[in-house]
């Protein structure tokens, strides 16, 4: 599937509001793929389908996974509302086309993380979480850190969401917590090799040059 052919599925999939946000993630995975040196029409067509399953009913996701129980792998036994990404990524696979490995795990894993993620996985992730139209509180440091440092800010914005979910009392996927848990070993590691151990806890009371 090209990013032409991905545009237009979603634009018909998706209502106005979330199609906007879908562009807004494509152009925010662009620019941090050139930062980073990933692929850019990787991260663009991951962007572009990564909400692609949002807006299906409860019933048609659970026959997504019923229908592709391998794939799914239990995803009907964690939260709902990480479905759609998990769905996505096996509309992607199954109906639309999309082979490439590394674009169908940006897209499952864009809601949790998961552990070892990779730069594309890294990618979508933040792009999700700051593109322009986004406002929440928090969000402008982690705009700043993903430009200047990609597994700081991960692990931030893993922290961040983790936080959020606890707040509105919803259930943590235990996914999300294996992927900060993984996202911090790598950070520390990271920081033990260099001799300069800087955690990611607090990372926004840092001060950033
Ligand atoms: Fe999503
Ligand atoms: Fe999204």
Same mark, same amino acid.
């Given at each position: 599937?090209?990013?032409?052919?991905?545009?237009?599925?979603?634009?018909?999939?998706?209502?106005?509001?979330?199609?906007?946000?879908?562009?807004?993630?494509?152009?925010?995975?662009?620019?941090?793929?050139?930062?980073?040196?990933?692929?850019?029409?990787?991260?663009?067509?991951?962007?572009?389908?990564? *909400?692609?399953?949002?807006?299906? &009913?409860?019933?048609? #996701?659970?026959?997504?996974?019923? $229908?592709? @129980? /391998?794939? =799914?792998?239990?995803?009907?036994?964690?939260?709902?509302?990480?479905?759609?990404?998990?769905?996505?990524?096996?509309?992607?696979?199954?109906?639309?086309?999309?082979?490439?490995?590394?674009?169908?795990?940006?897209?499952?894993?864009?809601?949790?993380?998961?552990?070892?993620?990779?730069?594309?996985?890294?990618?979508?992730?933040?792009?999700?979480?700051?593109?322009?139209?986004? *406002?929440?509180?928090?969000?402008? &440091?982690?705009?700043? #850190?993903?430009?200047?440092?990609? $597994?700081? @800010? /991960?692990? =931030?914005?893993?922290?961040?969401?983790?936080?959020?979910?606890?707040?509105?009392?919803?259930?943590?996927?235990?996914?999300?917590?294996?992927?900060?848990?993984?996202?911090?070993?790598?950070?520390?590691?990271?920081?033990?090799?260099?001799?300069?151990?800087?955690?990611?806890?607090?990372?926004?009371?840092?001060?950033?040059?």
């Amino acid at each position: 599937m090209t990013c032409k052919q991905a545009k237009a599925l979603v634009k018909s999939r998706l209502g106005e509001k979330r199609y906007r946000h879908t562009i807004n993630v494509k152009k925010m995975a662009v620019a941090l793929a050139e930062r980073w040196g990933a692929d850019p029409e990787k991260a663009e067509l991951a962007a572009l389908l990564h *909400d692609s399953a949002k807006e299906l &009913p409860r019933d048609e #996701l659970l026959q997504i996974f019923a $229908d592709n @129980a /391998i794939i =799914a792998d239990n995803a009907a036994r964690r939260p709902a509302p990480i479905w759609h990404g998990i769905a996505a990524a096996i509309l992607c696979q199954t109906q639309w086309g999309v082979t490439d490995p590394e674009i169908l795990s940006a897209i499952r894993c864009h809601t949790t993380g998961k552990p070892g993620m990779s730069k594309l996985d890294k990618i979508l992730y933040l792009a999700d979480m700051t593109s322009v139209e986004r *406002d929440y509180p928090g969000v402008e &440091p982690l705009r700043k #850190l993903e430009f200047e440092d990609l $597994d700081k @800010a /991960i692990c =931030a914005a893993l922290e961040q969401s983790i936080q959020f979910v606890k707040d509105s009392g919803k259930p943590v996927d235990p996914e999300s917590q294996a992927a900060l848990d993984d996202a911090r070993r790598q950070l520390a590691q990271r920081g033990r090799q260099t001799a300069n151990p800087n955690l990611c806890e607090n990372h926004q009371e840092e001060p950033v040059e």
